[in-house]
């Protein structure tokens, strides 16, 4: 009896420190470690985009031009004419058009206006029975005298595309020319009352530009009556103006 009290005595010393020696080897954790899932952001680029959408050119062009081969139509006042087609000397013209791109595309459009000298009228130097005006010889001296247009048109215009600098174009105006005469109708030293009728001008033709600046040639005509009031007589024709302009601008924009 002394003998199995004294062996489990031992078993239960024994069995005590081992678990203290292994308590001290691997100690228990009294907390948990809670392993958490590594977040990854992700950061993207956002574009933002300019949604105020953008406006279409606007631009102001100053341009001065000459004529070449300028004629007039034959004025024929009771069975005389009064002067030749061609006319004696050159005109010239200083213009300023607001042009507008529409719809971002290669079309534009706009409103010009003008001073437009004229050439001189070529005038017959005689002409024969019935006079206009009463004289005592067969044969008596004219002078037909010329006129000014200050027009106001619209404007069309077709670019067709940018290529090194240049664009190339077609171009037509269409609208009202304000003529201003030079001088009466001047017969035997004598002047008569000439009046020169307002009318119609359009013009048309081919240009382009070169960044800001341009160049382009266009056939013009401006549209006139003259009327001629001589004693109780009247006597009226067409007078219009034709010839083609070369002309060369510059480009404000807007």
Same mark, same amino acid.
């Given at each position: 009896?002394?003998?199995?009290?004294?062996?489990?005595?031992?078993?239960?010393?024994?069995?005590?420190?081992?678990?203290?020696?292994?308590?001290?080897?691997?100690?228990?954790?009294?907390?948990?470690?809670?392993?958490?899932?590594?977040?990854?952001?992700?950061?993207?680029?956002?574009?933002?985009?300019?949604?105020?959408?953008?406006?279409?050119?606007?631009?102001?062009?100053?341009?001065?031009?000459?004529?070449?081969?300028?004629?007039?139509?034959?004025?024929?006042?009771?069975?005389?004419?009064?002067?030749?087609?061609?006319?004696?000397?050159?005109?010239?013209?200083?213009?300023?058009?607001?042009?507008?791109?529409?719809?971002?595309?290669?079309?534009?459009?706009?409103?010009?206006?003008?001073?437009?000298?004229?050439?001189?009228?070529?005038?017959?130097?005689?002409?024969?029975?019935?006079?206009?005006?009463?004289?005592?010889?067969?044969?008596?001296?004219?002078?037909?005298?010329?006129?000014?247009?200050?027009?106001?048109?619209?404007?069309? %215009?077709?670019?067709?595309?940018?290529?090194? +600098?240049? &664009?190339?174009?077609? /171009?037509? #105006?269409? *609208?009202?020319?304000?003529?201003? %005469?030079?001088?009466?109708?001047?017969?035997? +030293?004598? &002047?008569?009352?000439? /009046?020169? #009728?307002? *009318?119609?001008?359009?013009?048309?033709?081919?240009?382009?530009?070169?960044?800001?600046?341009?160049?382009?040639?266009?056939?013009?005509?401006?549209?006139?009556?003259?009327?001629?009031?001589?004693?109780?007589?009247?006597?009226?024709?067409?007078?219009?103006?034709?010839?083609?302009?070369?002309?060369?601008?510059?480009?404000?924009?807007?």
């Amino acid at each position: 009896m002394k003998k199995f009290t004294f062996l489990l005595s031992s078993i239960l010393i024994l069995s005590t420190s081992v678990y203290a020696k292994e308590m001290m080897v691997n100690p228990m954790e009294s907390k948990e470690v809670v392993e958490q899932p590594m977040v990854v952001e992700e950061v993207s680029t956002v574009v933002v985009q300019d949604i105020v959408p953008r406006k279409n050119k606007q631009y102001l062009v100053l341009k001065v031009g000459g004529d070449i081969s300028p004629e007039y139509e034959n004025v024929n006042l009771n069975g005389n004419k009064l002067n030749s087609k061609s006319a004696k000397n050159l005109g010239y013209e200083i213009s300023l058009e607001f042009m507008q791109q529409l719809w971002h595309s290669n079309f534009e459009v706009g409103l010009g206006t003008a001073y437009q000298r004229h050439g001189g009228v070529k005038s017959i130097n005689s002409v024969s029975e019935p006079e206009i005006v009463r004289a005592s010889t067969n044969e008596i001296s004219v002078n037909l005298g010329r006129y000014d247009s200050v027009p106001l048109y619209l404007i069309g %215009k077709y670019n067709f595309g940018f290529w090194k +600098g240049w &664009s190339p174009y077609i /171009k037509g #105006d269409i *609208g009202y020319s304000f003529n201003i %005469k030079d001088h009466s109708l001047r017969e035997a +030293g004598e &002047s008569i009352p000439t /009046k020169i #009728d307002d *009318g119609l001008y359009y013009g048309v033709g081919l240009g382009a530009e070169y960044y800001n600046w341009t160049v382009d040639a266009m056939y013009k005509v401006n549209k006139a009556d003259i009327k001629v009031h001589a004693d109780a007589d009247r006597y009226s024709d067409n007078f219009d103006y034709s010839r083609v302009t070369l002309s060369v601008g510059y480009k404000f924009d807007l």
